[in-house]
């Protein structure tokens, strides 16, 4: 596509549900990032994948958040048994990647918000 | 790890008056990155800095990138009510080069008094 889309904009959920935010990237970029923004703050690294390199999980929070890239495009990130602290906008954001100059520049979706009460 | 800090973490100016942040990395960086978010919104790429000692501009923007490839800098010159927003600088650790996680520093936060 055109820009990286994400789905959905907003979710509400009850705490102890778990959700699952969708993140499709921009068609043939290689590299996938999720952040997380908690209102006025700054961008909170998650996961990050590079082509078909294993992923780089060290900003996980804990074992409720997992994130699944499928076929090197769309991403999934799934938050277990939500807690009120999870509340916040989660971003994606795709590159081309590789080894070129302007290879690793990010486009960001539009986020999704996600509210735990 | 790699760390990238960004002072101040926020700033308010009279329109008019000009902006300066300031992005600083504990490794050397292959390139250095900035992005604007503005309020309710998500950041959006503005350049990139490649080159040891580098300069670029856009409009009232001037962007630099040290010697020494681990600190850089964006300056407004003149703020108007549209530059309100978080500017953030990212940049991967030479070491990993393009291919590398970008490392994003904790944001400046512009506010602009009309």
């Known amino acids: 596509g055109a820009g990286v889309s994400q789905s959905p904009s907003n979710k509400v959920t009850e705490k102890g549900k778990d959700v699952e935010l969708r993140c499709d990237p921009i068609?043939?970029?290689?590299?996938l990032y999720w952040y997380r923004q908690s209102l006025g703050q700054g961008l909170e690294f998650l996961i990050y994948?590079?082509?078909?390199?294993?992923?780089?999980k060290s900003g996980l929070p804990s074992d409720r958040f997992s994130a699944e890239r499928t076929g090197g495009s769309v991403s999934t990130l799934t938050i277990q048994r939500t807690q009120q602290e999870d509340s916040a906008v989660y971003l994606c954001?795709?590159?081309?990647?590789?080894?070129?100059?302007?290879?690793?520049?990010?486009?960001f979706g539009a986020g999704s918000r996600l509210t735990v009460l | 790890g790699q760390q990238v800090m960004q002072i101040p973490q926020y700033q308010h100016v009279q329109e008019g008056e000009d902006f300066t942040t300031y992005c600083n990395s504990s490794?050397?960086?292959?390139?250095i990155q900035w992005y604007k978010q503005r309020p309710g919104g998500h950041p959006v790429f503005l350049i990139q800095?490649?080159?040891?000692?580098e300069v670029k501009k856009q409009k009232r923007l001037t962007f630099q990138f040290g010697e020494a490839k681990k600190n850089s800098s964006l300056h407004i010159t003149a703020t108007q009510t549209t530059d309100v927003g978080t500017y953030f600088c990212?940049?991967?650790?030479?070491?990993?080069?393009?291919?590398?996680?970008?490392?994003f520093g904790q944001g400046t936060t512009l506010q602009v008094k009309p």
């Open positions: 994948f590079q082509g078909n390199s294993a992923p780089d």
């Open positions: 068609s043939g970029h290689t590299a």
């Open positions: 490794t050397t960086l292959s390139n």
């Open positions: 990212a940049g991967p650790s030479e070491m990993t080069g393009n291919t590398g996680k970008l490392i």
């Open positions: 800095l490649v080159k040891s000692g």
């Open positions: 954001a795709s590159s081309f990647g590789g080894a070129g100059s302007g290879a690793n520049v990010l486009t």
